[in-house]
């Protein structure tokens, strides 16, 4: 039974993986997970210890990350890239998960302050924490 929850989540959190940048339909993701609506966000936060929309936020906000570190193309465009419809919301939640403002975090990467240290080891410092 609890094997059977565990898949339908993984399932339904796969789903938001790929469409990370699209709007989170609680409906259509419950819908995948076979489940109602209100019993899908109780089942994936017991699940994953978060909400569905908190993980999606999170995983836009790695997605953010990455592009600040890989590209140079400006903070906005980015934002939107990653699903979220206002600059000011993505800088809020920006700073909630990694501690620092999007334009300080990219120019602290710029900056070099991981160099020296190896790849996996930046990876996983530079992981939001929730």
């Known amino acids: 039974m609890i094997e059977d929850r565990n898949r339908r989540m993984l399932r339904a959190r796969d789903a938001m993986d790929r469409g990370f940048s699209q709007p989170l339909e609680v ?10 609506p209100a019993h899908f966000s109780r089942q994936f ?3 994953f210890g978060e909400p569905p929309h908190r993980y999606l936020q999170r995983r836009r ?3 953010a990350m990455e592009l600040l570190r890989e590209t140079e ?13 206002s600059l ?8 909630e998960i990694v501690g620092e403002s999007p334009s ?3 120019a602290r990467v ?15 410092w530079m992981r939001p924490a929730s």
């Open 27 to 36: 409906p259509a993701v419950a819908q995948v997970a076979h489940v109602s």
């Open 73 to 85: 193309r400006p903070i906005t465009e980015i934002c939107l890239d990653v699903g979220f419809n």
């Open 88 to 95: 000011g919301t993505f800088s809020r939640v920006f700073r």
């Open 61 to 63: 906000v790695e997605r």
């Open 45 to 47: 936060r017991a699940t």
């Open 104 to 106: 300080t975090y990219r």
């Open 110 to 124: 710029e900056a070099g302050t991981a160099r020296g240290v190896p790849a996996c080891w930046a990876m996983a």
